[in-house]
Structures are given as structure tokens and as C-alpha cells.
């Protein structure tokens, strides 16, 4: 991976995970600095520049380490959930993604105080100790498209072997899967992917793997014995939706079948206000904007009620027709 400049913060330049990912990078030029934020969040770097540069910060999470996630976020609903962030930014450039109007600036940030939010995990776990709880990876940085340069996977593989009743969801649309050849399938790890009709990745899923190869990566993630999950969300609308996810719908229940999945999400395409600004401005031309949008209750920018109801049971009746048991099956952020 190209990178421009390599920064690295003085704290974090002698914990361990820092020189192996140093190790994966060849950087056009390195610089210590104390504080990444003073780099990343207080110049204001266009979005889409992450075509042209790209700089990389090696720095330490600060602030809080675990956030609950919000209502209807993860499978489960009496379950606690909260996702932990171990990047900011993506490789990758969908053009509904929210990270564009998040940041100030696209460049990539590994943290490696991993032990910190481990630890903080340890203790939310002993405040519910009746309560079933996730921690989700993927929220700010794709969970495994840089895994093999982050390396931190196998910490937490300790971590939720150790904890059996925990659970750890890895968001992905990467089809990178050489950290997780080396390590162990776990019962309570679950690695989920982002899907959706082919028509629609192809056109807003920009540098991202095609959805048949997403497949193709879940089906040997289920060879080698890994828990998975599914999110087609965003739903972007299209005239032929019905008959472009029934397309979808096929190999997902023939190539991988239900059994091997443990949830299907189906959410449709929103924005916070900011972002949707945002992209606009990034993709004027986008066919994502072909419906209107109106803005909810919630500040969000969606489409009208009647319209993402007949999106997400269109969605759910045929996934039922291709045999996914209902109770798999949820509205995600409705
Ligand atoms: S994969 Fe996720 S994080 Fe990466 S650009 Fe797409 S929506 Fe954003």
C-alpha cells in the first residue's frame, strides 16, 4: 500500500504492534510528532484526496475506547452492544460512506493501545454480567481490509477465547482474509459482510471487492469453520430492486446457506445531515440520489416511510423464499 507520509506519535513508538506495522510499510517519508489530532483533525483535508495522498498515523486511542451502539445496531435486541475503534478511515471509497462527512481528513489512523480497550472490555463485562454482550469492529475503518498491516486481531482472539460469552463482530467488504487463516475459528466471533445487489456495489462501491467475491471469501471463511453474518445495508433503491436482490439472494442461500450464518441485516440508505451534504458535493451525479430524501425525526436524511418498509419486506419475503429462517433476519437503525 502506498503511503506518502508515516506518522507516528512519540507515545506510541515503543509499543510493540508499532513496529510491525512498520514493518508492512514502505512510506515515502516518516515523522514523529506528540499529537496525530493536531495533523488529522485540525487541517482540513478534502475528502477525495485520499485518491491522490494518503498518509498513515501510528497513534494511541484516547478518549473513549468502547461506545454503545446505537438502538437496533446489532442482532440481538436485549443484548448490550457497543463497538470499539481500532481505525479511523478506509481504503476503500463507497460513495454513501458516512466517514467522508465524519472526519476532517481521509488519511488512515491505526491505533495500538489495543490493551487499553481490551481492557475496557473486561470491564464492561464484569458490570453485566447477566446480560449478553458484542463488541463490533468495522464502525470508523473497515475490520479487515488493513488486518494484516493492524495485526491486532490476534489480541482480541485471546481476549474472546477467554470470554466465551462475549461476542465479537468483525464488519467487513474485504475479502483480505490472511490474519484470519492463522487463527482459530471461534464460536462467539462472528465475521459479517457487507452485501448487496451486484448492480448497486458496482456502482457506488468504489475500490471495494465485488459482491460475488465477497461471497466467495465468506464461503471459504465458512470451509475453515467461521461464524458469519450479513448486512445489505445500505439498500439503495433501483426500479429492478426486486429482481436484482432475488439475484443476490440466490447464491448467498446455495453457495453459503443460512446454516452457516447467524443474522442477516437489512437496513436502508440514510445519511446524517452532514454527510448527505457531503456526498453531494463528492458525487453530484450519483444515482444514489435518484429518490428524495427527507429528513427524520432523528435528523437523518432517508427516504419516506412507505418506500423503506416496502425496501426492507421486499428484501425479507425473499430472503424467506430462499429458506433464511425469519428470526435470523433484522431491521437495522429503523
Ligand atoms: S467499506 Fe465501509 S468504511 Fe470503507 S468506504 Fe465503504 S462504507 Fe466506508
Not at 110 to 130: C, G, W, Y
Not at 239 to 256: G, L, M, W
Request: hydrophobic content about 40%.
Amino acid at each position: 500500500m502506498r503511503i506518502d507520509t508515516l506518522y507516528i506519535e512519540n507515545a506510541a513508538a515503543d509499543r510493540p504492534l508499532t513496529e510491525k506495522i512498520r514493518e508492512k510499510l514502505q512510506p515515502q517519508k516518516t515523522e514523529f510528532i506528540d499529537d496525530y489530532q493536531d495533523f488529522f483533525s485540525r487541517r482540513k483535508t478534502p475528502y477525495l484526496q485520499k485518491r491522490s495522498e494518503r498518509n498513515l498515523f501510528i497513534a494511541l486511542k484516547r478518549g473513549a475506547l468502547l461506545r454503545i451502539a446505537p438502538d437496533a445496531y446489532g442482532f440481538g435486541a436485549d443484548d448490550l452492544h457497543y463497538y470499539y475503534i481500532h481505525a479511523y478511515n478506509c481504503v476503500y471509497e463507497c460513495e454513501y460512506c458516512y466517514l467522508q462527512g465524519y472526519f476532517s481528513s481521509p488519511d488512515l489512523v491505526l491505533f495500538v493501545n489495543h490493551d487499553e480497550i481490551l481492557r475496557e472490555m473486561k470491564s464492561a463485562l464484569a458490570q453485566t454480567p447477566h446480560k449478553r454482550v458484542w463488541f463490533h469492529a468495522g464502525e470508523f475503518s473497515d475490520s479487515l481490509a488493513l488486518s494484516h498491516i493492524s495485526q491486532e486481531l490476534p489480541l482480541y482472539w485471546d481476549f474472546f477465547r477467554q470470554n466465551p460469552h462475549s461476542f465479537l463482530e468483525l464488519r467487513t467488504k474485504s475479502v483480505n482474509l490472511s490474519m484470519l487463516r492463522g487463527l482459530e475459528p471461534l464460536p462467539n466471533v462472528i465475521v459479517s459482510f457487507s452485501l448487496s445487489t451486484e448492480v448497486q456495489a458496482a456502482l457506488f462501491d468504489r475500490e471495494a471487492p465485488g459482491v460475488m467475491q465477497r461471497i466467495e471469501a465468506m464461503q471459504r471463511l465458512r470451509d475453515m469453520g467461521f461464524r458469519l453474518g450479513v448486512h445489505f445495508d445500505p439498500i439503495i433503491y433501483r426500479e429492478d430492486f426486486t429482481e436484482k436482490f432475488s439475484e443476490i439472494a440466490a447464491p448467498v442461500a446455495d453457495r453459503i446457506g443460512f446454516g452457516a450464518i447467524d443474522y442477516i441485516s437489512l437496513g436502508v440508505v440514510r445519511f446524517a445531515k452532514d454527510v448527505f451534504r457531503e456526498a453531494k458535493e463528492n458525487y453530484p451525479d450519483s444515482g444514489m440520489f435518484a429518490r428524495h430524501f427527507i429528513q427524520g425525526e432523528d435528523a437523518k436524511m432517508r427516504y419516506i416511510r412507505p418506500l423503506r418498509l416496502q425496501l426492507l419486506e421486499t428484501s425479507q419475503a425473499i430472503l424467506k423464499k430462499h429458506g433464511c429462517p425469519e428470526q435470523k433476519i433484522y431491521f437495522c437503525m429503523e
